[in-house]
Nanobody
Framework: QVQLVESGGGLVQPGGSLRLSCVASGSIFRITTVGWFRQAPGKQRELVAVVTSGSTTNYGDSVKGRFTISRDGAKNTVALQMNSLKPEDTAVYYC???????????????WGQGTQVTVSS
């Protein structure tokens, strides 16, 4: 089993910055795509940013130019630098990883428990 643990959420004023981190542990043979999704109350979970093992990135339209995703494949970590935060960025942020636990097995998706980000004055 692959475990994902997020950290770095909290309360920040509009225009401020936060950095989220996620570390993967457990039975990991290979991780392909990792990234972040978020879910605000009453809304569906949406893409924030993902990065592939080949370093290709994809961002949600609402965060382009403000958020930056990065990964360290050797350490199985992914980070999300969030700048110019807005109240509408308030949500629970979930770390996601597509991983293979053992050689020859299929790729599966894994989720962290989520970390709250609140943007408010």
């Amino acid at each position: 089993q692959v475990q994902l643990v997020e950290s770095g959420g909290g309360l920040v004023q509009p225009g401020g910055s936060l950095r989220l981190s996620c570390v993967a542990s457990g039975s990991i043979f290979r991780i392909t795509t990792v990234g972040w999704f978020r879910q605000a109350p009453g809304k569906q979970r949406e893409l924030v940013a993902v990065v592939t093992s080949g370093s290709t990135t994809n961002y949600g339209d609402s965060v382009k130019g403000r958020f930056t995703i990065s990964r360290d494949g050797a350490k199985n970590t992914v980070a999300l630098q969030m700048n110019s935060l807005k109240p509408e960025d308030t949500a629970v942020y979930y770390c996601y990883a597509a991983a293979v636990e053992r050689r020859g097995e299929d790729l599966s998706g894994y989720w962290g428990q989520g970390t709250q980000v609140t943007v408010s004055s």
